[in-house]
Structure formats: C-alpha cells, structure tokens
C-alpha cells in the first residue's frame, strides 16, 4: 500500500532498457503525461518499470495456483519503487483476439444485452423464458448448431486440402497440416496404423483418402519414432487428427491471428443457412425487444442501439438504462459507429483500448495507477476534448493517470509532466524534466519543449501542381454508398476525417495496378514478423549482408564457414541448446514456465566456434546487439550496408537494435521500417505509395524527420497517399480528402477535398477548424479544456 503521507510515486535507479540509473518523483492523483522522443525510454520508465513493479508486487502476493492464470510482467531493473498503488495497464495490444471476440465481449455490453432479452424480451406464446447463456453464440445454450456459434459454415474439400496430388504424404501432400514436430508426429501416426507415406496421393485408394482427410474419428496409438543421431526419442501414444479437423479447429480456436489465417487459405465459406449468420438457435431468434431481435439490435451502431432502447416495464427500464450508462462513455470516446457484433480483429489497436478505456469507467476503482499508451492514436482531434474529460473523469474519482503520449493537446492538458531525453537509444534514457507542464519551457535539451511551446505558424509553402488524377469509385462498402474519390498524381495527399468516417475504406479501394502508375505500395502497421526470430536485419536484407562479410573473413575462410555458419535460424552456427532463440523455458512445480537466458549461449544464440570468428573485433552477436545508429558508423566504409542503415536513419530507426525481435517493435516502427527498405530499393518508373497513419507513435520532432522522406519521395517524381489525424501532416500535404462529416452511418462521403486552405474553409468538415489552427495565419491554440 502506498504511504498516505507521501503523495509521489518516487522511482530510484530505474535502468530498464536505456534507462541510465533514473530518480523521479511522480504525484498520485493527478494526470501525469510521460513524453519524448520514440525511443528516448518514455515507456521504459512508465510500463517496463512503474507498472511492471506494481504487477510484480501483485503476483507475489497471489497463491501459486493463481500464478499460473496470470500473465507475469518480469521483475524491472530498478532500485526502489516507494508509493506506488496498485496498477491497471491499457495499452495498445490486440491480445491474440479470437474469431469469437467483439466489441460487445470486450465493453461486456453484450452480457447486459442478452439479460434484457432473457428478462425483459418479448417471447413468442407459450415458448419457456431463456437464460441469458441462450443468447450468447460463444455458449453451447445459444450457439447455431450448424456453425457453432460462427455465423458462417465453412467447408474444404480435397482440392484444397491436398493441392499437388503427385506428391506424398512424406514429402508434404496434405498442403494444410501444420509444420515442424506437429506435422512430422501426424504423419508417424498414419505410418504407426498402415497408411503408406511414401506414394504419391493421387496413387492411395479412395477410402484410405478419405478417411484420412475427413474422419472424425480419433484414434491412439504407440508411436515408435525414427532415432535422431545424437538423440534418443522414446515410444510416446499419438492422436490422430483428421486435416478437416485440425483446419476447423484452429481456425475457430486459435488466439494466433497467422493460424488462422492459415487455416482459412483451407476453407470456403458462406452465410450459415439455419441462422442466417445471426449465429444463434431459433429459440433465441424468436424472443424480440422492441420488435427487433437481439441478432438485429447487436448489428446496430452503438448511438443508435441507445436510442432503440425504449422500455416499457419496470425491470427492462432498469436494465435499458443500464446499458446506455454503459454506451455512453464509449460514444463519448468516438466509437459510437461501432456495433456490438464487430469482431475484435478488425479494430486498430487505438479503438481497441479505447474500448478498454471505456469499461473502465463503470469500474468504480479508486487509490489504482492507471497506466495508458498513447491513448490519442487514431483519435480526431474532434474527439480529443472526450479523451481529456475521460482522463479527468478518472482522476477525480481517487485515481492516478500515468500516460505515455505524444498528442501536444492532451500533453498541455495534463497536471504533470516527465519529459525524458534527449533523443533515442543510447543517446536517451534521461530524465529532463519532471514538473507542472509550464515548467517545461525552460529546459533546453527539451525536443518536446519545442513543439509545446512554440505558436509560431509553419512557413508557406508552394503547393505542387497535379500531374494527373486517379478516380476511384462509385464504391458502396461498409458504410460508404456509391461515394467516388478523386487522387491526384506526383503529389502528397491527405485523407482526414472522425474514426470511422470511410478513410481507410476508400484508400484501400486503391487497385493493385490503377492507371497512370508504374507500382503500388502499401505500407501498414502489420508486424513485420511474428516470432523473435524475425528481426529489424533480417526484414531489411541487412544480416545477409553482414553474414557474407562474416564469410570473407581469414578466420571463416580457414574454418570453411559459410554465410550460412552465421544465421541463427539453422542448425551449423547457432547455439543447439536453445536452438538459436538465445533464451530456454523452464518448467517449474506449481508454477508457470518460465524463460530464462540459454545457459550455454547466455542469450548470444550461437555456439562458441562460431562466436569465435569477429569482423572488424566484434563476433556477429555483438554486431547484432548494435544500434543501427552506431552500426552506421561500424560498417560505414561498406556501401551495401550503409545504404540500408542510412535509410533506417531517415526515418528516425537509429535507436533499435539490428537484432531486435520484431515482437519488440511497435506497430509504428514496423510501419517505418518496411518505408525504410522501400526507400532502400532502386525507384524507378512512378510510384503510388499508401500509408495509413503513419505518424502513429511519433513524437512530433520525429514526424518532421518522417514528413522530410515523404516530400522526397515527391519531388523524386513519386505519389504519396496517408490516410492521417495528425493535422500538422495534413497543413503540408498538397491535397487534402476529407471523409465524413460523422462516423459510421453519419460518414462515408468526401465533405472536402482540394488544398488545405480550401478544406480548412469548408463548413460542414469537422476537420476544418482543427485544420485551420496549424495553417499560416492560423491559431495554434489547445483544444483541451484550459
């Protein structure tokens, strides 16, 4: 428990990742924002450090059964951690979402729905009153027996099971089995009950095929596996499991998007006959409020589901009211388009922890620290003034608001700020300034202190002249309706417009191959790799690079060590133990695994022979290890490697490490590392590129150095397309789109386009007035509530 009397969270020797032996004082009971530049150690200090010690305080407090429920934070490297409360974390995780996920699951909005329907519906005569369970698709009470609950029927047929009929069952003929000892243990089973591996498939008898593709059958059986060399594998009891069945598992089970999306290259699909894709049993379908069913109510955007909810009786009015208290802190955040039926996956990460934002306020939790990231992303500056009433609203109901953003109007906002510095990485990890907001002023090494306080307008500037134009449309999708958009060509253009307006649905209508343009490149904000093994060298082509300079070493050369000796995802080179993932799991009694660094490599991923060649006095492991900032200066007498690191410096990467994992970076670094291997690439002929939100966990010195590559990808004769809330971007765009006017059913049609200046004037954009403050000549005031 935090000590009454002292009113700061006070953090003494904090050395997580760059953090370099920080001390801050931190009140409680304020809104505290965490700022600096991407990578200066802003969420080290937040996340790695405040809220991991506040989880680990929890942990240790539980019984060893709980433990093995919760997901562990590890211990942070850190001194001391005085006052410090207990502690929520809302980041900007989609936490493997399943097929089963959506808003109505995540807001818990749809277990207040279906107790309406069970307690207050209109039942058909004579049928029994249901329990809630019966209007839940994800119960076995409430779900479509013929889908399960998944409102599709999904099929596969041998076609797509087994593509290349010529080949055998060993060598890889059923196309949708997974991979690695998974697949290989599947087809030891069929070896250990007679099935013939080695003929080509289309040779195997039809009922053999058959059964072995279609059966539900499951049988065990002792499977003697074939003797490694260097190991000794024992006779273990296999279960088969047909390739229809694996498909259809994984495909409604797994929490692994990839899976999934595997397991559906498998499948064909269509609405589900008996419920129509509502996903529930007739039962279910009969009982109506409001003369609509729940199916029809739950499909509804979230403002126009509390407007349906008219009561007539004493316990509906209860339980209507209910559930627009609980519809009213999410409309207030910008997502009243949504509808309780939106599955979870297809939400960007901002409106997913919005949502979570928005739950919490029916919590009724005070005395926690609630830590947020960046809770502005993806968020119209129209709805800015909600996110601060909402921050607000926490903080005076006895709560701590800890925020790591970047958003000048929500910085200005706050009571409390830790501004940390001065730039990223290694040239990071220091705390500039911890202090009432206006403070900040005086603190010259301060990037963030330039932009805060800083009202003079951007120059003018020359806006460049069209090309050509790319007309796209009518498009009806989502919630646009026959809606055709106009591009121009050789320029920078904008889309702007509220979450939910059709932005990212009228740029994704964008043809792989539209005329006028030599080639189409989208650039997301999708992982760049799903697993540690995929890092910022390996996405970029740089280790092959560096492992063939490894390869012309005189000590590789003697040792006849290949590129290949130097790559940690094959055998050779790489540390056996850990099997070149640098880390082991350890199985403990009672308690979760846990992972710990490999003992025999100590995390380096390779064995000692191979740790023994260096380049230049460094081994590959070491060179990994480097920031690419500081690999610049290594590798700058070789051109093939400083030209991908120079690009990576472009755009503001010089802070990672070559090998960090991908499931370490951010969706925004994702996003500027694959711009950064296309800046890389010879540029011949036009280019359409499309980004969507690229500014999205940028600081905004960093967007300036982001903002630079974009214009020079323009004035190299190329097109740049951003779909962007960052109204500072849209001041320098050429041509500005904006969607709207509202969300949902209240957008989907262009409300502006031409110049900036043009769509700053237009009177029924809501982005105009935002967009006029950051032009030449206009006012940059907050739109926060000071």
Same mark, same amino acid.
């Given at each position: 428990m935090p000590d009454s &009397?002292? *009113?700061?969270?006070?953090?003494?020797?904090?050395?997580?990742?760059?953090?370099?032996?920080?001390?801050?004082? %931190?009140? /409680?009971?304020?809104?505290?924002?965490?700022?600096?530049?991407?990578?200066?150690?802003?969420?080290?200090?937040?996340?790695?450090?405040?809220?991991?010690?506040?989880?680990? =305080?929890?942990?240790?407090?539980?019984?060893?059964?709980? =433990? /093995?429920?919760i997901h562990q934070v590890g211990a942070p490297k850190v001194a001391e951690i005085t006052?410090?409360? *207990?502690?929520?974390?809302?980041?900007? =995780?989609?936490?493997?979402?399943? #097929?089963?996920s959506s808003v109505g699951t995540v807001t818990n909005l749809s277990n207040s729905l279906r107790m309406l329907f069970s307690r207050a519906g209109d039942y058909p005569p004579g049928a029994e009153r249901l329990d809630s369970d019966a209007f839940s698709p994800n119960t076995a009470a409430g779900a479509c027996p013929r889908c399960h609950g998944l409102g599709r029927v999904h099929r596969t047929t041998e076609d797509l099971l087994v593509p290349d009929p010529s080949l055998s069952i060993r060598e890889g003929a059923i196309a949708a089995w997974p991979g690695a000892w998974q697949g290989k243990n599947l087809r030891d089973i069929l070896d250990a009950l007679g099935y013939d591996l080695d003929r080509p498939w289309r040779e195997l008898p039809a009922g053999a095929r058959q059964w072995i593709l279609f059966t539900d059958e499951q049988p065990v059986v002792t499977v003697h596996p074939v003797r490694d060399a260097d190991r000794i594998q024992r006779p273990y009891q296999g279960t088969y499991m047909s390739a229809r069945r694996y498909?259809?598992?994984?495909? #409604?089970?797994?929490?692994? *998007?990839?899976?999934?999306?595997?397991?559906?290259?498998?499948?064909?699909?269509?609405?589900?006959?008996?419920?129509?894709?509502? /996903?529930?049993?007739?039962?279910?379908l009969a009982v109506t409020f409001g003369g609509r069913t729940i199916a029809e109510l739950a499909a509804l955007p979230l403002s126009r589901l509390a407007d349906s909810l008219v009561a007539t009786g004493e316990t509906a009015r209860v339980l209507t009211d209910d559930l /627009?208290?609980?519809?009213?802190?999410?409309?207030?955040?910008?997502l009243g388009y949504l509808s309780l039926d939106r599955a979870t996956p297809t939400l960007s990460p901002g409106e997913l922890?919005?949502?979570?934002?928005?739950?919490?306020?029916?919590?009724?939790?005070?005395?926690?620290?609630?830590?947020?990231?960046?809770p502005s992303a993806g968020l119209h500056p129209a709805d800015t003034e909600a996110l601060l009433t909402v921050l607000a609203r926490l903080k005076s109901a006895g709560n701590s608001?800890?925020?790591?953003? &970047?958003?000048?109007?929500?910085?200005?906002?706050?009571?409390?700020?830790?501004? %940390?510095?001065?730039?990223?990485?290694?040239?990071?990890?220091?705390?500039?300034? #911890?202090? *009432?907001?206006?403070?900040l002023a005086e603190v010259a090494d301060s990037a963030t202190a330039r932009h805060l306080f800083d009202d003079s307008p951007p120059p003018p500037r020359d806006v460049r002249t069209p090309r050509d134009w790319l007309t796209i449309g009518p498009v009806t999708r989502h919630n646009l309706c026959e809606v055709t958009a106009t591009f121009p060509l050789g320029v920078l253009t904008a889309v702007t417009g509220v979450s939910g307006s059709g932005k990212?649905?009228?740029?994704?209508?964008?043809?792989?191959?539209?005329?006028?343009?030599?080639?189409?490149? =989208?650039?997301?904000?999708?992982?760049i790799g799903r697993t540690p093994r995929s890092n910022l060298a390996t996405y970029t082509g740089l280790f092959d690079v560096v492992r063939k300079a490894f390869a012309t070493t005189d000590a590789a050369r003697e040792r006849r060590y290949g590129a290949g000796r130097f790559s940690f995802n094959v055998a050779g080179g790489r540390c056996e133990t850990c099997q070149g993932e640098g880390f082991v799991s350890v199985e403990l009694l009672f308690l979760p695994s846990t992972y710990t660094p490999c003992p025999d490599c100590g995390g380096a991923r390779y064995n000692p022979e191979t740790l023994q060649v260096t380049y230049r006095g460094r081994n590959i492991a070491q060179v990994l290890d480097l920031t690419v900032e500081d690999a610049a200066e290594f590798f700058a007498d070789s051109p093939a490697v400083s030209r991908s690191l120079g690009t990576l410096l472009d755009v503001g990467l010089g802070h990672l490490r070559l090998g960090q994992p991908a499931t370490e970076l951010s969706g925004g670094e994702a996003q500027r590392i694959k711009l950064a291997g296309e800046l890389q690439r010879g540029r011949r002929g036009h280019t359409l590129y499309v980004l969507d939100e690229p500014t999205t966990g940028l600081h905004p010195a960093d967007v300036e150095v982001l903002m630079r590559q974009? &214009?020079?990808?323009?004035?190299?004769?190329?097109?740049?397309?951003?779909?962007?809330?960052?109204?500072?971007?849209?001041?320098?765009?050429?041509?500005?789109i904006d969607m709207g006017p509202g969300g949902g059913e209240a957008g989907g049609r262009v409300v502006a386009a031409g110049p900036p200046q043009d769509v700053a004037a237009a009177r029924e954009s809501r982005t105009a007035p935002y967009l006029a403050r950051v032009l030449p000549g206009g006012r940059r005031e907050a739109s926060g509530r000071r």
């Open positions: &009397h002292d *009113p700061y969270v006070r953090v003494r020797g904090a050395r997580e990742h760059n953090l370099k032996g920080v001390d801050v004082d %931190v009140p /409680r009971d304020v809104v505290a924002v965490f700022t600096g530049v991407s990578g200066s150690g802003k969420s080290s200090l937040a996340f790695g450090t405040i809220y991991a010690e506040a989880q680990r =305080r929890y942990f240790e407090s539980v019984t060893p059964y709980a =433990r /093995r429920l006052g410090l409360p *207990p502690a929520i974390s809302l980041e900007q =995780r989609r936490s493997a979402p399943t #097929s089963r498909v259809m598992k994984t495909f #409604s089970d797994s929490r692994s *998007p990839a899976l999934r999306a595997r397991a559906e290259r498998f499948l064909t699909g269509a609405a589900c006959p008996d419920c129509g894709g509502s /996903r529930l049993r007739p039962e279910a /627009r208290s609980r519809i009213a802190p999410v409309a207030e955040l910008g922890q919005r949502l979570r934002l928005a739950t919490q306020l029916r919590s009724g939790l005070f005395g926690v620290v609630y830590v947020l990231d960046e608001v800890f925020v790591v953003e &970047h958003h000048l109007d929500v910085v200005r906002d706050a009571d409390w700020i830790v501004d %940390v510095g001065p730039r990223a990485g290694e040239h990071g990890g220091r705390v500039l300034y #911890s202090g *009432p907001v206006a403070g990212s649905t009228i740029v994704g209508e964008i043809t792989d191959e539209p005329a006028g343009v030599g080639r189409l490149v =989208r650039v997301d904000q999708r992982p974009l &214009h020079g990808l323009v004035d190299a004769g190329h097109t740049v397309i951003v779909v962007e809330h960052d109204m500072s971007v849209a001041a320098c765009a050429d041509w500005v």
